[in-house]
Structures are given as structure tokens and as C-alpha cells.
């Protein structure tokens, strides 16, 4: 295992991570907080690192439909965008995955517009939560570049083939520098090693044909295919995790618990502000307070059982939701964490909805929440089942 020491942004660590990967092409749009990764990239292939057929195109819609012919024709594909962009490519993300092509996407997390923001916030991820693509998060610079490497094993495993999207926070990730650990290109390649389509438009051959019009009789069948796909590839992101861990000297798993075990309250979280709750988390430890975590990595497939089963033991649980589902009843992280809870447990779980637009989370706002659960596991009573966290009334 041989590693080397850098101080990157978030967006720097993708980029690196793509060159590794060299893929056959790369078709995608500049957009705020991408920008920066795809100039990154582009010059390493400028430079003669990566061999990468770099598409230029005219937006983030042509961007994924050049990822889709590319990908349909056999090739090694990947591409990156944020909020707008992913907007732009709404009818194109739900073809890839239908069509069952392992096209691996960094998102740079951004609100969606209006009014027009171009700061950190879940809105665009959750947008396509349904859609089919594989989705893990990312907590810092480290864990883009790792989940980025494993993503694409996921995605091109002959069971699953499934687009994958790696998620982390806009400026807050992507523009921020952090030291991290980068792996020896050698030690990559043979990881990612070479791509071998199941299926090509260029195999005479074996004729396949993609985007065919799709009737009753067989679109319920070829939904339930993919539904399938995305349950069983719980064992090969575990298995991916397990072989990569050779390489990185870290184990990743669907979830990271924080101070668990003998926790009485714990938040749920995606994305940086886990880091900053770990620090309140010390914090309140120190006084007493047996304060937990529970960060979830993989968000689709969503591990239900193993969220409940970590959870079971806490006497209140508060889900934090960078996104609002605008739903009248929370945010969308909270549904499903309440609805894996449910199956198990009557753990009292609140909902808090922040940082929308890129306002800041900090500790006063992650000491109010560990404040309010503290009564709730007193009392036994919740008050308030959704809080928007910050926001003036």
C-alpha cells in the first residue's frame, strides 16, 4: 500500500480520482461548484495523464445523452454536474438507469433554484433519489476520492449495472482544502481494472438495441430488474468496500456510528456537518451527555435494518435534513429513517430541516438539537415533530 500526502479542495480529490480511473469519456457542462473539478480534469488530460475523450457540449441535457451513447457503445463513462445542471439532466439521469448503464457521477451539492443560489444544499440529490442511480455520500475530500474509486467497481459489476452518483457538499467540500491520503496509480488501475461491457451497440455479432419502445407488456418486468439490481448491490458495495480497504487502510461501510454504543440521543446525518457534530458530540461527552451519531454513506440502496438496528437502543433520535421534501410532514432523510424505525423500534424521532441556500450549521445550532433530544428522552414527549433549524420567522 503506498500513499501520499496532499493538501487538496474537494474538487481536486475527484478530479484525481477520474484521472486514475481514466475513463473513455467524459461528457460534461461547467456549473457552480462543479466548474473547478472539470477544469482540473480536463487539464490533466490536457497534460497526457489521461487519455480520456473529453465531450464538449452545450449543456448538462446534451451532457448526459453523451454519456448515454458513449456508454451504450461500450465505453467507460463518467461525468459531473450540480443542482441546475442535474435539473437540466432530469430525463436523461432516469434513461441511463433504465437502460442499465454504469455511468459513475460526482454531484457537487448546490440548491436548486428559485430563487437562484448557487451555495450547498441536498435539494438536487434528492431529486433523484427514486430515479435508480447508486448514491453514497461523502463527509469530506478523502471520502470523495475513496467512494469515487469504489464507485465505479459498483456500477460496471456485471449484476448490478446501475449508474452511481457520489454526493458532497458545494464550496463547503469542493473549494475547501483538506489534507488526504491519494494511492499509487498502479495500486488503482489494477483495483478499477479494465471495462468489460456486458452489452455494446458496436458487436455486430450479438445485436442489442437500446431505447426501444417499451409496452405493457414488458416495462413492469424491466422495472422490477432494476429494483432488484439495487437490492443486491448492498453485497457488492460491501464487497467493493472490503477489497478497497487494502488499498485505503480504512473500512467503509453503508453506515459510520460515532459514539454509539452507549449513546442515549443521537442525530442522523449526510455529508459534511457529521464532522462538526463529532466535535459536539466530544463536547458533550465530556459533560456528561451520552451523545451519538449515526452518519449513513450509502443512501440508495437505503439500509433500513442496519439503521434500525443501530438506532434501537437510543431513547431520541433527530434526523438532519439538508433538503426540504416540502411536504407538509419533513424532510426526505427524515421519512425514510422514521419509516425504518417504525419496522423496529418507537424510538421518538424529530425532524430538523437547515442549511438550506448554504446557511451555516454551526455548534449552537448542533447543541439545540442534542438540547431538544435530551428533553424528548426525559419527557418522553416531542413537542415540535419538524424544526427549520436557523431560519428566521
Not at 434501537?312 to 419509516?339: C, T, W
Not at 448542533?366 to 426525559?378: H, M, Q, R, S
Request: hydrophobic residues 45%; glycine residues 8%; negative net charge.
Amino acid at each position: 500500500m503506498s500513499k501520499k500526502l496532499l493538501a487538496l479542495t474537494g474538487n481536486d480529490a475527484a478530479a484525481y480520482a477520474m484521472k486514475q480511473i481514466n475513463p473513455d469519456v467524459v461528457a460534461a457542462y461547467p456549473i457552480t461548484p462543479q466548474t473547478s473539478l472539470m477544469e482540473k480534469f480536463a487539464q490533466f488530460v490536457a497534460d497526457g495523464e489521461s487519455n480520456t475523450e473529453i465531450v464538449l457540449v452545450e449543456s448538462e441535457h446534451s451532457a448526459m445523452s453523451a454519456c448515454v451513447g458513449a456508454s451504450c457503445a461500450g465505453a467507460r463513462v463518467m461525468t459531473a454536474t450540480s443542482s441546475q445542471g442535474l435539473a437540466l439532466m432530469w430525463e436523461i439521469v432516469y434513461i441511463a438507469s433504465s437502460y442499465r448503464l454504469p455511468i459513475v457521477m460526482p454531484l457537487v451539492n448546490r440548491a436548486l433554484s428559485g430563487p437562484i443560489n448557487i451555495h450547498c444544499d441536498h435539494g438536487d440529490a434528492m431529486g433523484i433519489r427514486d430515479s435508480g442511480w447508486i448514491q453514497l455520500w461523502a463527509e469530506n475530500a478523502q471520502e470523495v476520492y475513496d467512494n469515487l474509486l469504489m464507485a465505479i467497481r459498483i456500477a460496471e459489476n456485471s449484476g448490478i449495472l446501475l449508474p452511481v452518483v457520489v454526493n458532497y457538499d458545494g464550496f463547503i467540500i469542493s473549494h475547501a482544502i483538506e489534507n488526504m491520503y491519494l494511492y499509487d496509480d498502479a495500486e488503482v488501475k489494477k483495483f478499477v481494472g479494465e471495462y468489460k461491457p456486458k452489452y455494446t451497440l458496436l458487436d455486430p455479432k450479438n445485436p442489442t438495441t437500446f431505447g426501444s419502445f417499451d409496452l405493457p407488456d414488458y416495462y413492469f418486468e424491466h422495472r422490477r430488474q432494476m429494483a432488484a439490481a439495487m437490492k443486491d448491490s448492498f453485497k457488492v458495495i460491501g464487497d467493493v468496500a472490503k477489497e478497497f480497504s487494502k488499498i485505503c487502510g480504512r473500512e467503509y461501510k453503508n453506515l459510520e456510528g460515532y459514539k454509539l454504543e452507549d449513546a442515549e440521543i443521537a442525530i442522523v446525518a449526510l455529508g459534511s456537518t457529521v464532522g462538526t457534530a463529532r466535535a459536539v458530540v466530544d463536547e458533550l461527552r465530556e459533560k456528561g451527555i451520552k451523545a451519538g451519531i449515526l452518519k449513513i454513506r450509502t443512501f440508495r440502496p437505503f439500509p433500513e435494518d442496519e439503521i434500525a438496528d443501530a438506532l434501537k437502543k437510543l431513547k431520541a433520535v433527530a434526523v438532519l435534513d439538508r433538503a426540504d421534501s416540502l411536504n407538509a410532514v419533513g424532510g426526505p432523510l427524515f421519512d425514510e429513517v422514521r419509516g425504518a424505525l417504525y419496522r423496529k423500534s418507537a424510538i421518538p424521532a424529530v425532524n430538523y430541516v437547515y442549511g438550506l441556500g448554504g446557511r451555516d450549521m454551526g455548534f449552537p445550532e448542533i447543541n439545540k438539537v442534542y438540547a431538544d433530544l435530551a428533553e424528548i428522552a426525559k419527557t418522553g414527549k416531542v413537542k415540535d415533530l419538524v424544526t427549520y433549524l436557523g431560519v428566521r420567522d
